[in-house]
T-cell receptor, first 113, second 113 residues
């Protein structure tokens, strides 16, 4: 069974551009979470999608947005990129909203120059 | 507001000895607590969890203890092995629409020979 897959692995953008990060959850999982791990910091919760709807949002500005598709894959969009957006972006999936442990992908390393 | 705290950024333990990683939380509404292990350039890997109605859960070399009155949990690794060297994150799950994982900032464990 394939795990959570994220693409691309690495992404380099210039300040002001937009970045799109993609996540495919484990087959059968309906919940997808996005986290940001900036250098030296813990995992900061960004967004939670379940059954195609946004269920919760972390303390991030509106230029961080996303969506979940009918096949439960998800996309994270970051508009008007700033240098401090450089981080590892991690996607995780859960079987459903009641499940406990989330399974993480390997992450997308976003670098803003 | 840091609801989940790991106050020790790093820990060094000799091979074969016990590693004890600590975590404190402030939100009494958390219903599950989890530990994840993370190697560089990889996503976090689930290790072990505990329900808020229990005080101990054991899985092989890993044991998690929960002290609800103190709002404290710990992960014990016995015996420690060099392959255990990684960053360990404590996480707590909220309930309902807050059913996301809130992570601590991590503790870097180094197991020395």
């Amino acid at each position: 069974e394939a795990g959570v897959t994220q693409s691309p692995t690495h992404l380099i953008k210039t300040r002001g551009q937009q970045a799109t990060l993609r996540c495919s959850p484990i087959s059968g999982h309906t919940s997808v979470y996005w986290y940001q791990q900036a250098l030296g910091l813990g995992l900061q919760f960004l967004l939670w999608y379940d059954e195609g709807e946004e269920r919760n949002r972390g303390n991030f500005p509106p230029r961080f947005s996303g969506r979940q598709f009918p096949n439960y894959s998800s996309e994270l969009n970051v508009n008007a990129l700033e240098l401090e957006d450089s981080a590892l972006y991690l996607c995780a999936s859960n079987r459903n909203r009641e499940s406990t442990e989330a399974f993480f992908g390997q992450g997308t390393r976003l670098t803003v120059v | 507001d840091q609801q989940v705290k790991q106050n020790s950024p790093s820990l060094s333990v000799q091979e074969g000895r016990i590693s004890i990683l600590n975590c404190d939380y402030t939100n009494s509404m958390f219903d599950y607590f989890l530990w994840y292990k993370k190697y560089p350039a990889e996503g976090p890997t689930f290790l072990i969890s505990i329900s808020s109605i229990k005080d101990k859960n054991e899985d092989g070399r890993f044991t998690v203890f929960l002290n609800k009155s103190a709002k404290h949990l710990s992960l014990h690794i016995v015996p420690s092995q060099p392959g255990d060297s990684a960053v360990y994150f404590c996480a707590a799950r909220g309930t309902g629409t807050a059913s996301k994982l809130t992570f601590g900032t991590g503790t870097r464990l180094q197991v020395t020979l």
